[in-house]
């Protein structure tokens, strides 16, 4: 199959990178970004997203999607009608989409607090009849949600128990498995794929809600698999080379499980990438973290987790074949049989 397919020969079998080499300028670079992250995440202080741009599903309230056609949507006439009317409070209102990827039609969100004593259904059907008095009976109305203060409490702190638990369930594994640098190294380099993707939706002010909970236990899922992988070949290579230097059988460690790591997330990627142009805007921002988590899970592996065993060092293990070197490694293409 090699002789009619060249692609498959893009990714060199083995390559010989100097990854540790450079393992303190990345480190400076991944301190930046999490604490970077961090920041916009957590400012400002306000419960319950801080800067995060909290969906419906965890600040409670109504949600309602317009379609007005080929006419723009009008705004501030729709803000000032909704909030000036029945007691709503927190109004918000804001074009989503472009009429090039929503074949030629204007949509907007609309997001407010309903007012005190209003059932979440009351409050939809007045909302609507403001919204069409204030743009055109013709607007559609395409998407309502409701959810109680109660419910999104409930909601928000069900995700951040999702998280919590999702990392727990990982160092365990890590440290029934490993040893216990090892799990370090992956508990680190999770916090640090995790916090990264929180920055994202930081920075871009995607929406965040359940469907984003559910990127980030994603990430956290493919971000730990990687990491395994390039771990089991580790532990594996101080067994068999006991006298090699450990920043050396750590990099030679990563360059044999280079190849494999390349092709999975390549595959992962034209996957997701078709799913966030394809997908609609409820599946994008979803599709992004999941493309940009994928990206970090891999920078992690060989970047946070790997350092961090070289930082503290390993125990090394019984030698299991009595080699000391291991075979002469060339950068480049090797033939496929």
């Known amino acids: 199959m090699s002789n009619w397919w060249p692609l498959i020969k893009i990714v060199p079998i083995t390559t010989n990178f100097k990854f540790v080499k450079f393992a303190k300028l990345m480190a400076t670079i991944s301190v930046i970004g999490v604490i970077g992250s961090l920041y916009l995440t957590l400012t400002p202080f306000q419960g319950p997203c801080g800067g995060l741009n909290c969906g419906v599903d965890f600040t409670g309230g109504v ?27 927190d109004v918000q209102v804001q074009n989503y989409g472009t009429p090039s990827d929503t074949a030629g039609r204007y949509h907007a969100m609309v997001r407010f607090q309903p007012p005190q004593g209003v059932s979440g259904p009351v409050a939809v059907s007045q909302a609507e009849d403001t919204l069409r008095s204030a743009l055109g009976d013709s607007i559609q109305f395409t998407r309502q949600e409701v959810v109680g203060p109660k ?3 409930e909601l928000f702190t069900g995700g951040i128990v999702a998280l919590l638990v999702a990392i727990g369930l990982m160092m365990l594994y890590i440290w029934f498995r490993f040893e216990w640098q090892f799990g370090l190294g992956a508990v680190v380099g999770l916090f640090h794929d995790v916090i990264l993707v929180f920055g994202l939706f930081a920075v871009t002010k995607m929406e965040f809600t359940l469907t984003a909970v559910a990127a980030v236990l994603t990430v956290i899922g ?15 290579n101080l067994r068999k080379y006991k006298k090699m230097p450990l920043r050396d059988v750590i990099d030679l460690s990563i360059n044999e499980t280079l190849s494999r790591t390349i092709i999975t997330g390549v595959t992962a990627l034209m996957a997701l990438t078709a799913l966030a ?9 979803f599709s992004v973290a999941l493309i940009f988590g994928i990206v970090f899970g891999t920078y992690s592996s060989i970047y946070v987790g790997a350092p961090i065993i070289l930082l503290w060092g390993v ?3 019984e030698s299991e074949s ?16």
Do not use: C, H, W
């Open 322 to 337: 009595g080699d000391d070197e291991p075979e002469p490694v060339k950068l480049g293409m090797a033939s496929r049989p």
């Open 277 to 285: 142009l394809l997908g609609g805007e409820t599946l994008f921002a």
């Open 151 to 153: 419910v999104s409490g």
């Open 63 to 89: 949600l309602i999607e317009v379609d007005t056609g080929q006419t723009p949507v009008d705004l501030s006439a729709a803000r000032e009608a909704l909030s000036g009317t029945q007691g709503r409070q």
């Open 222 to 236: 493919y971000s730990m698999n990687d990491t395994v992988v390039v771990f089991d070949r580790l532990r594996e």
């Open 315 to 317: 125990k090394r293990g």
